[in-house]
């Protein structure tokens, strides 16, 4: 069974539907559940007419009160359809999103072990051409999804199900109640966790390829972020007895997985810790900030080169339409620094030259000035980010992709993990802000 959960979704639906019913699968062994959360716009007549076009394949669900959330509508669903006992595993996908023929194949047939609790597929950024927003998404998803899932998939524990594609078999989801957690604005990472905590692994299956259109300028990509992170938060929280305790369970409770999960929870933190410590001991011994700036960047840059050549590896064609995204992941201004910090040398030439056009002499006082900035430029480029971030819709809006480009995605991506602490420390309401999606999907 495969639920649909959508809210004013007629430009996307009836493709989804479509290419659902078209998957390679055993003929009667596949049933498509779109729940209607109440939409307004023409959702329910393009449902219905597949309903019709599909007869006993397709199934329109109604519900009357809608807004609460992804979580509410999909609960909505799964009532209807474990009451029934047709389905051994159920699938929960956006609306939007597109499988490919034989995804699902490869992702059911990880069921057939029943230590296995749930499966999810490698989502890929389908809009071609797209625009700089886009290939900057693609290329994140290589590195976010198709490898680091992989590395989980060797650890044993899954930080996360993708939402879009996610597959429960039926003991696995009654196991956790029957229902996806309403409580956080990460249900997919809370259905993660609790499906593990339960006895079940998880896994990503890689090669099952699934096409999302994902959000296409900063406020669209701001809007979802800030929804993971806020989930993010509040997962943390709500789990914080498990972390770095094996024996509460053996691959959440890990060492390894804590060590993980706070790296990239903390990571705005950690950037403005390590701003803090830097320009502390440039005041009080410069050669050893120095030493400890180029060190952090030597083993930075080793790992961005490792990271962006080994996305060529994994999805060649992603890597080639996104390869310029993925060297300029950090930004212009901070792959000048990774450069300059492995080799000084090679800067000495130019920077004096570019002193001497600006007025400055090339003495040492404008090189550490210079070597200041950089120092400081670890948390400015959150700040930065989040600048750009705000001119959208002002007259200077058609600046923001040069900008996203020198100040880095990567540092946007912190900018909104930073907002994340402290929408949640405010006790912001916990809206469902859904991205809108057109239909540019082009796999």
């Known amino acids: 069974a495969i639920v649909v959960p959508a809210w004013n979704e007629d430009l996307v639906i009836g493709t989804t539907i479509d290419r659902l019913v078209s998957m390679d699968y055993p003929d009667g062994a596949l049933r498509v559940y779109v729940v209607d959360d109440a939409s307004t716009d023409g959702t329910p007549d393009v449902v219905k007419a597949k309903e019709i076009e ?52 490869k992702m059911a047939r990880h069921l057939a072990d029943p230590e296995v609790g749930a499966v999810t597929a490698y989502i890929k950024e389908g809009t071609r051409p797209g625009n700089f927003m886009t290939r900057f998404i693609g290329f994140e998803y290589i590195t976010a999804q ?18 879009g594609a996610q597959l ?51 406020v669209g990509l701001w809007k979802q972020r800030l929804r993971w992170a806020r989930g993010n938060v509040q997962l943390t929280q709500r789990f914080w007895h498990i972390w770095f305790r094996p024996s509460k369970h053996a691959g959440l409770g890990s060492p390894v997985f804590g060590f993980i999960w706070f790296s990239i929870f903390l990571m705005p933190v950690l950037m403005v810790l390590a701003t803090t410590g830097l320009v502390g001991l440039y005041f009080l011994d410069f050669p050893l900030s120095w030493r400890l700036f180029q060190m952090f960047w030597i083993i930075h840059a080793i790992t961005y080169l490792f990271v962006t050549l080994m996305s060529f590896g994994i999805d060649l064609d992603t890597a080639k339409h996104t390869w310029v ?18 080799f000084p040398p090679l800067f000495e030439v130019y920077l004096a030259n570019g002193l001497y056009a600006i007025g400055l002499p090339p003495g040492e006082s404008a090189v550490r000035v210079i070597i200041l900035f950089m120092y400081l430029w670890l948390t400015l480029g959150m700040v930065a980010a989040w600048g750009a971030k705000n001119l959208e819709g002002t007259p200077l809006a058609r600046m923001v992709p040069a900008l996203i ?11 909104v993990t930073f907002a994340s602490y402290i929408y949640e420390a405010r006790g912001a309401e916990m809206k469902w802000d859904k991205t809108v999606k057109t239909g540019k999907v082009n796999a």
């Open 146 to 163: 198709a490898a680091s899932r992989r590395a989980q998939n060797v650890m044993g524990t899954l930080f996360c199900l993708a939402g």
């Open 325 to 342: 995204e993925g060297f300029l992941f950090p930004g212009v201004i901070a792959t000048v620094i990774i450069i300059y910090s492995c």
């Open 54 to 105: 599909y007869p006993g394949k397709v199934f329109h669900v109604r519900r009357d009160k809608g807004g609460e959330g992804k979580a509410h509508t999909l609960n909505h669903g799964l009532k209807q359809i474990l009451a029934e006992d047709w389905s051994e595993a159920i699938l929960i996908i956006d609306a939007d999103v597109i499988f490919e023929k034989d995804a699902l194949r």
């Open 405 to 415: 480009y020198i100040v880095g995605y990567g540092p946007l991506l912190c900018a």
């Open 168 to 218: 429960h078999s039926r003991a696995s989801l009654e196991a956790i109640g029957g229902r996806i957690d309403t409580s956080s604005l990460a249900e997919d990472t809370f259905t993660t966790f609790n499906t593990q905590l339960a006895g079940r692994k998880v896994h990503f299956e890689g090669n099952a390829t699934v096409w999302a259109e994902e959000p296409f300028d900063i």
